[in-house]
């Protein structure tokens, strides 16, 4: 039997980011809970119904989702001024009919990517100390502000030092996001985490 109260519509408003290619595209819905970076059409096409719609479009370069917002980063011979509108036609339509948005077992998946990728490095028990101190500085007061920018930041590895951090969504290839990882992120992690002496990107 359908619901006799309709949802309210979709609604959706666009947010710049502090990366010129990339633009934020905020609804009133919950469209995946957790991240989802697709910088590649091939991991789209397996995992994101929306992300492959949209991958779709010659100016769409890469997908980032995540709560209630899908940041897109653009070809940059496009102008935004061009293809806004009709992407933001897009994401309504399709968020309006209720398609899926992000395949089940998605962040499954990841999370195994990931455990692979860190299984690889192999800390000493004072580096998974401090491996742990790191990540829960990124959990606390990276994530949230980047998140904002509709981006996200997590963590790679960590050798002699040297903290790597994967850059996804607006934060990847952003001219600003160096200027926030050594002024920002560099500095409240040497103040915090004695043992970090430097602070590096690896696009995600």
Sequence with gaps: MSN???KSPVMLYTEQTPNPESL???????????????????LAREWSP????????????????????VTVTKEFNYAWEDIMLKLK??????????HEIIKDGFAEAMAKIEE?????????????EIVKKIKELLETY?????????????????????????M???CSG?????????????????????????VEAVMG
Excluded at 24 to 39: E, H, P, Q, S, W
């Design 4 to 6: 006799p109260v309709s």
């Design 142 to 166: 990276v994530k949230p502000a980047v998140e904002m920018d509709g981006g996200n930041i997590f963590f790679d590895s960590f050798s002699e030092g040297t903290v790597r951090l994967i």
């Design 174 to 198: 952003c001219p600003s996001s160096t200027v926030t990882l050594k002024a920002g992120i560099e500095g409240m992690m040497k103040r915090m985490v004695p043992e970090v002496k430097n």
């Design 50 to 69: 929306l992300a492959s719609c949209l991958f779709d479009k010659p100016y769409v370069k890469g997908i980032y989702i995540s709560n209630n917002f």
């Design 24 to 42: 934020k595209f905020v609804t009133n819905r919950m469209l995946y809970k957790g991240t989802a970076d697709f910088g590649e059409e091939a």
């Design 89 to 98: 036609e897009d994401i309504k339509t399709y968020v309006t009919e209720g």
């Design 116 to 128: 692979e990728r860190g299984a690889s490095y192999d800390y000493s028990e004072n580096e998974a």
């Design 168 to 170: 996804q969504g607006a």
